[in-house]
């Protein structure tokens, strides 16, 4: 009898817990769809339609990611401040894609530099290697102001005439001959280039001597944001963040016209995406080094990152951002 009067008293109390979970998921959904951009960020001022085309002051508009491809590869490049990183970084790519074309005449690619809003030459830089190299093999986008990675590779990729497309971190702190490593990874997955695939730059197998050289705050802040990750957005990824992936263009079209986040979480975001839409992605091991003058600060990124995931992941458990593959890019 004591029991069953314990089970009877405590019953409201448990109704009143379940209405005030209830509550908060309500004002929580409320709150998320009112502060929300629900479609993705695809708007572009009238300048950031055109690029140089290195004849005096004439422009030319940038293709559709709609468009059929035009050549072999596409190597997005965004860049905020990076007038001193820039030139060792597209010096190196453009000797290697130079190289293979040389090599193979079937090969072609185009090389577009995605200026976020800089402050400082990062455009004037840019300019340079497209009179050298001639606009059709390096293109300048500028913004009219900083949008953060994910919308300048974004605006990048939806500009783009590849059949496979790569962004690759102005830093150059990934070796771009590894892009063949990710090319052998895609081809593996489609064959085709009409089939949509991914494959992704990782630097999980040099994480045990990431660690030891550390700080025990830096490992703490790198396995929290790893958790959060897994446990809210993407599993099977074990490096969601390197700055080093490939797609196909059929695989290009959907995820960049779906994509929301514009900065640091973006990777995750996209990696979400192609789950939700069962594309296959291959992770590979490519060569990295940490090169000085990082845009992330250590404790002030990994909490916008980590507000990130959690805004990320409830958008979509409430279904207020959803996938949708026949997304079209607006360029007006």
């Not at 790519?93 to 402050?119: N, P, T």
């Not at 059709?136 to 500009?159: Q, T």
């Amino acid at each position: 009898m004591a029991g069953m009067l314990e089970l009877v008293l405590s019953f409201p109390v448990l109704i009143l817990l379940l209405s005030v979970v209830i509550l908060g998921i309500l004002m929580m959904y409320i709150v998320l769809f009112v502060t929300t951009q629900r479609e993705p960020d695809l708007w572009r001022h009238d300048s950031e339609m055109y690029f140089s085309t290195g004849n005096g002051e004439e422009r030319a508009p940038f293709p559709s990611l709609d468009d059929p491809a035009s050549v072999s590869l596409s190597l997005i490049v965004p860049a905020y401040n990076e007038k001193d990183r820039l030139p060792i970084m597209l010096d190196e790519a453009l000797f290697f894609l130079e190289e293979r074309l040389k090599e193979d005449s079937s090969f072609s690619y185009e090389v577009i530099v995605v200026d976020d809003g800089s402050r400082d030459s990062t455009s004037e830089v840019v300019i340079e290697y497209s009179k050298r190299y001639g606009s059709n093999k390096v293109r300048l986008l500028k913004f009219v102001k900083n949008r953060g990675k994910g919308g300048a590779v974004r605006m990048g990729m939806l500009s783009s005439r590849g059949s496979r497309l790569l962004f690759a971190d102005a830093d150059g702190a990934t070796r771009i001959e590894d892009l063949t490593k990710l090319e052998d990874a895609l081809s593996k997955d489609a064959p085709d280039h009409d089939v949509a695939a991914i494959s992704v730059g990782s630097r999980a197998h040099l994480q045990d001597d990431a660690v030891a050289e550390r700080t025990f705050f830096r490992n703490f802040l790198m396995f929290g944001f790893h958790f959060l990750v897994w446990f809210f957005c993407v599993r099977g990824i074990k490096d969601t963040q390197c700055g080093f992936k490939m797609f196909t263009r059929a695989a290009a079209r959907p995820l960049f016209n779906s994509i929301h986040v514009n900065r640091w979480a973006f990777d995750v975001e996209l990696l979400l995406i192609a789950q939700k839409l069962n594309l296959p992605i291959s992770e590979v091991a490519v060569n990295w080094h940490e090169v000085e003058g990082s845009k992330l600060v250590p404790f002030w990124s990994w909490l916008q990152m980590a507000k990130d995931l959690l805004l990320i992941s409830f958008r979509y458990l409430f279904r207020i951002w959803t996938v949708s593959p026949g997304t079209k890019s607006k360029t007006d």
